[in-house]
């Protein structure tokens, strides 16, 4: 077996990779050896992040994409391999997060929660698809959460979208998995992103997420791109359809 981690030559598709995990992982992917493609709706920051990569000596580039726009990614689909000639991992990392009980969230905000983080999801994995049929080769990976596990009041959407998104994986892995193509997902307890800070100004929040890890801490960004490489890596050829907890212990309860 080859343990060897590095992605020379490799091309790989980012999503929500300007800030946060995506950015993380987009690094990441870079400091191995990959060309990334750093799709995402803030182009200012998406921007930024390449550029950074590349004054590090990486490869990477920037897509403006809204995941929930078939079309649009479809598009980037055909320009990344009219570029760079294919596309061997795509991680779905674009997602949002609201926190409101049912009753008091308005439905249309519950809608773009799933448009985002499932829909998306499942319109990304449909457009490459057919790229890694035809080269016979092809990891997806799919961010997931904790919240597709266990629940919290105040979370209904953003549960429903990540509890999705783990049966996402599970179906089309299956659908893909005779064209050499692994389908995984990484499911992420609370982290030290942009998208946590505001849990950290809710004392008596902060402390319950502390009081559920036996960690007791957030996780770092590091913490998960670490799986993810892990799943984008011929070490996990055989895994099909998992979603790796990265909970910092609190489904161990």
């Not at 598009?75 to 997060?97: E, F, H, P, S, W």
Request: net charge negative.
């Amino acid at each position: 077996m080859n343990f060897d981690l590095r992605m020379d030559g490799k091309v790989a598709i980012v999503t929500g990779g300007a800030m946060g995990l995506g950015k993380g992982v987009a690094k990441g992917f870079a400091s191995l050896g990959a060309d990334v493609v750093i799709a995402d709706i803030n182009e200012k920051a998406g921007r930024e992040t390449a550029d950074a990569i590349a004054k590090e000596g990486g490869k990477a580039s920037f897509y403006s994409l809204d995941v929930t726009d078939s079309g649009q990614f479809e598009q980037m689909v055909k320009d990344t391999t009219g570029k760079l000639k294919r596309i061997d991992v795509l991680v779905n990392n674009a997602g949002i997060a609201t926190k409101a009980d049912c009753i008091d969230m308005k439905v249309e905000d519950y809608r773009r929660i799933i448009d985002i983080n499932l829909t998306g999801v499942w319109i990304g994995g449909r457009a490459v698809a057919p790229v890694m049929i035809e080269q016979k080769y092809g990891k997806i990976i799919n961010m997931c959460s904790l919240f597709g596990f266990v629940a919290l009041a105040g979370l209904s959407a953003y549960a429903s979208s990540k509890g999705g998104v783990s049966q996402l994986t599970k179906t089309l892995a299956l659908e893909l998995v005779d064209h050499n193509i692994n389908v995984n997902a990484v499911a992420p307890a609370y982290i030290e992103t942009e998208m946590t800070n505001n849990a950290r100004t809710d004392k008596a929040r902060f402390e319950d997420i502390l009081r559920r890890t036996p960690k007791n801490r957030l996780g770092t960004i590091e913490e998960v791109v670490g799986p993810v490489v892990f799943l984008a890596s011929e070490l996990s050829s055989f895994m099909v359809g998992e979603t790796m907890l990265v909970d910092g212990g609190w489904t161990a309860w």
